[in-house]
């Protein structure tokens, strides 16, 4: 039954949701904001990128002293110097792999706040129709409270009922009333929580149909799933990098420098006014800490697998649980149909009722009202289903 509902809900549908074909949906300002954030992130990762290659030191100095007697003597010099690791015992490679992974993680943090603004845009139009569709039902009882109310009151004038039956109904016409305004002032808040995300008027936009995800695709391209991944991708790399920068480093100096010669230093001639100086280094840090970090990163990255295998159970309980709640919807649906054609009946035979006398047109109405209730029921129903879909769609690229 679960499956025959699920499919008829797919053939009911015309197709899945893009973010791209979405996104004019947000406002200039806030597409706007996800392009800064985009670029500040390639921006970011090309620099941690090449964050292992030290700068290039370039230097002037001019000095000057009053030590000799035969008056001033002012000296400069030129200098550009550089002190680069060239061997990191595999630092360097995992440095790069490192940004390369705080790049995507990034990146796809970006794309889900995209998605979030989009789907809750998206959300807010449904829940604006719903709120509309539950006022002119709501509208509707109304206009049967008020049949009631006139039925009563001549039940009453005729001695047939007690007047607390005339309160009771006047009371429920009264609270149906106050639900009608409460919903007014929901639609007015949706709309104004829309205008945060869009320049679009709520009033002119066509809702998508939505088309249900198959499995495959929800667990293979979810969102929340790729965030995991990549964050266990970038806990592995950091954890390399603690590893290695407690080993052995080979760093390459070369400096050139070109300056006047201080007579203080020795005799001119057997100096040079421009000369290279270049060796190398060999270093390895020797820390009490050192096995502390190196098995503190390492428990990070096991944290951050066992998280990603804990999503990964939770996508499939959350697909499930989607289903479920379509299903129920389905079935919702099919009662509220069920309802239409009962008072459809209802509401034919009250008419030749009424036509024979025996029923008034109030009655008439009242079926009237109660077979269009029963409509709006089933089109409430058809929008928490798409809210439903939404929120597989919020998921997944």
Not at 160 to 179: G, H, R, V
Not at 251 to 279: H, W
Request: charged letters at 30%.
């Amino acid at each position: 039954m679960l499956l025959r509902n699920i499919l008829l809900l797919s053939t009911l549908s015309l197709g899945l949701l893009h973010a791209d074909e979405l996104l004019d949906l947000l406002s200039d300002n806030n597409k706007q904001i996800i392009e800064y954030q985009k670029k500040r992130n390639t921006l970011e990762s090309d620099k941690l990128k090449n964050s292992w290659i030290s700068p290039v030191t370039v230097s002037y100095n001019k000095s000057y002293t009053q030590q000799y007697k035969s008056g001033k003597v002012d000296t400069g010099s030129f200098s550009i110097g550089i002190d680069q690791p060239v061997f990191k015992s595999g630092g360097i490679f995992f440095a790069i792999k490192y940004s390369e992974a705080v790049r995507n993680l990034n990146g796809i943090s970006i794309d889900i706040a995209q998605k979030e603004m989009i789907v809750n845009a998206l959300s807010l139009l449904y829940n604006i129709k719903k709120l509309k569709l539950q006022k002119a039902k709501l509208a509707l009882l109304v206009k049967n409270d008020e049949i009631d109310i006139r039925q009563k009151r001549d039940s009453y004038t005729n001695g047939l009922i007690d007047s607390s039956f005339l309160d009771q109904a006047i009371l429920k016409k009264n609270s149906d009333e106050t639900q009608l305004l409460e919903l007014e002032l929901s639609i007015e808040k949706l709309k104004n929580s829309f205008a945060l995300l869009s320049d679009k008027n709520p009033e002119s936009l066509k809702l998508p149909k939505l088309k249900l995800i198959k499995a495959k695709r929800y667990k293979g391209k979810n969102l929340e799933l790729i965030k995991k991944r990549f964050e266990a991708r970038e806990k592995k790399y950091s954890s390399k990098m603690t590893w290695t920068q407690y080993l052995p480093t080979v760093s390459l100096q070369a400096r050139y420098t070109d300056g006047d010669l201080n007579p203080l230093f020795g005799n001119p001639a057997v100096m040079r006014e421009a000369y290279k100086t270049y060796g190398f280094t060999i270093s390895m840090p020797i820390s009490i800490n050192s096995l502390k970090d190196i098995e503190s990163s390492k428990v990070a990255y096991m944290e951050a697998q066992t998280r990603l295998f804990e999503k990964r159970k939770e996508i499939d309980n959350e697909y499930k649980l989607a289903l479920k709640n379509l299903s129920i919807l389905n079935r919702k649906i099919a009662l509220a149909k069920k309802d239409e054609r009962l008072y459809g009946r209802l509401y034919r035979t009250t008419r030749n009722l009424q036509k024979a006398g025996e029923k008034t047109k109030w009655d008439t109405q009242l079926m009237h009202n109660s077979l269009r209730i029963k409509k709006y029921d089933q089109r409430i129903f058809a929008i928490d289903r798409e809210l439903q879909l939404l929120t597989l769609y919020a998921k997944v690229i």
